[in-house]
């Protein structure tokens, strides 16, 4: 995970991506936020989403 700041928030993201990829990560876990929860995910006992409160 690298951390990177795009649009004034500050992302998680996996790496390396294209920049199709980034935008559409990006855009998934702004459409998570704002239509299901704020609360972070979880897979397998690991803390696994995209943005820093």
């Given at each position: 995970m690298k951390e990177?700041?795009?649009n004034?928030?500050?992302y998680k993201l996996?790496?390396?991506l294209t920049d199709?990829?980034?935008e559409?990560?990006?855009?998934?876990i702004n459409w998570k936020w704002k239509?299901?929860?704020r609360e972070e995910g979880?897979?397998?006992k690991k803390v696994n989403d995209g943005k820093d409160l």
């Open positions: 990177e700041i795009i004034g928030v500050k996996p790496s390396p199709f990829q980034k559409i990560y990006v855009h998934l239509n299901i929860t979880v897979n397998k």
